[in-house]
């Protein structure tokens, strides 16, 4: 499946990522042609780690996979949002999501 006109803007587009069960917003993360492709062929998440400059498999050390039951995109062609089934908590810290903390106004 070509996928290149979802990387017409940009060479990374955001993923929302939610647990498909409860739609629980879980994480936000990066992903390029090759980490969707990836994605797509193996169902489970692959992301691009801006901060390492590679791919990363979600889960891949943890063990906190998550398999992907849905892919959608946005009206603008700019955003992915994948519903998941997560193996374990979404963030590095050990929570759930990585939306764990409020901020306060």
Known sequence: ??????FEKSALVPAVVQDART????????MNEEA??????SGEA?????????LWHKGE????????????YD????AIL????????????GNKSCFYRKLEF
Do not use: I
């Open 1 to 6: 499946m070509d996928l290149k006109w979802l």
């Open 23 to 30: 739609l629980e917003v879980l994480m936000l993360a990066y």
């Open 36 to 41: 969707l492709r990836l994605t797509l062929e």
């Open 46 to 54: 692959w992301f691009w780690s801006r901060s390492r400059g590679e």
């Open 61 to 72: 050390t943890s063990g906190n996979v998550q398999r992907v039951c849905e892919v959608r």
């Open 75 to 78: 009206c603008d062609c700019d």
């Open 82 to 93: 994948l519903l998941v089934e997560p193996a374990g908590p979404a963030c590095h810290t």
